[in-house]
């Protein structure tokens, strides 16, 4: 996956410590937000080309825990996973719900999806990220839960999570049984993003170097979510198939790409699903 030529450049640094002055100002920056972790020079490689000059995570640890250290440094501090026993809930169509109970999968739609909403449009201009890098969002996909039931006395945000296009809304409800790092809860405080923004600048302005923290035009963005929407309490489970394992994406009947997640699996299991009429609802 990655060429020995760049393995090599990787070995010369640590061997010299050439990394050091980053990892101190990055560790720096962590320190300043009440983080305990920090890294060291092995966990960076720092790359120059005639076009750019910069400095990334090293996946050339022997130790796993290692590898993306400081991507998970900051991932864990910016969002929480979600815990195991707790319940969350799907909201959907009548018909959807059927063929999920019936099919037992779970579709996971592109993140391209929302790139107006909200999303990815606002990352990229919060972060001033290059548009080209957008294609890579046809391949990151995500379900989304809830994990507060709205109030029945407010039909406005009922009817934002309920669809009553059939006779029925529907209400699917699951327990978390195994805590993943691909299922975590939205944060809507843009103060914790601040942490990525001055470790970028800490190294552009010291060294004019680009610090590179991998996943972060990917993974970062596919959890990033404007606060207007904190209504929603929205937990969100994502899988990524730039990296991740492979599954078959398919087109839906709008043309809209996803995949199927087994509902027989070890992280979240289907409870229960709850059929609501919309008068049973609003003029109960």
Sequence with gaps: MFSKKLKNCWKKQIKKKENQ????????IL??????????HTHLVRVKTLEIDNLSLSFFQNKNE???????????????????NIYVYH???????????????LRLYSLFKR???GEIKDFIKDFDIPYEIKDNYEKIFYSSFTSKIPKLSD????????????????????KVIKKDKNFRYINYDKSKFQLIHDLRKIIKDNYQVELIINGFTT???????????????EVRFY?????????????????????????????LVLEEIIYERYNEIFDA
């Design 219 to 233: 993974r970062f963005a596919s959890f990033y979510v404007n606060e207007k929407f904190s209504y929603e309490n």
């Design 66 to 84: 290692d590898v993306n250290r400081l991507a998970k440094i900051v991932e864990n501090y910016i969002w929480n996973n979600a815990e195991e």
């Design 91 to 105: 909201f959907t169509k009548e018909d959807v719900a059927k063929s999920i109970e019936s099919s037992k999968k």
């Design 21 to 28: 002055k980053f990892t101190n100002d990055i560790n720096i």
């Design 115 to 117: 790139y107006d909403d």
């Design 155 to 174: 039909t406005d945000m009922v009817n934002k999570f309920r669809d009553f296009t059939g006779i029925y809304g529907a209400r699917l409800k699951f």
């Design 239 to 267: 899988k990524n198939l730039l990296f991740d394992e492979e599954f078959c994406i398919k087109k839906d009947e709008n043309n809209f790409s996803y995949i199927e997640l087994n509902l027989d699996n070890s992280i």
């Design 31 to 40: 320190k300043k937000y009440g983080i305990k972790e920090t890294i060291n």
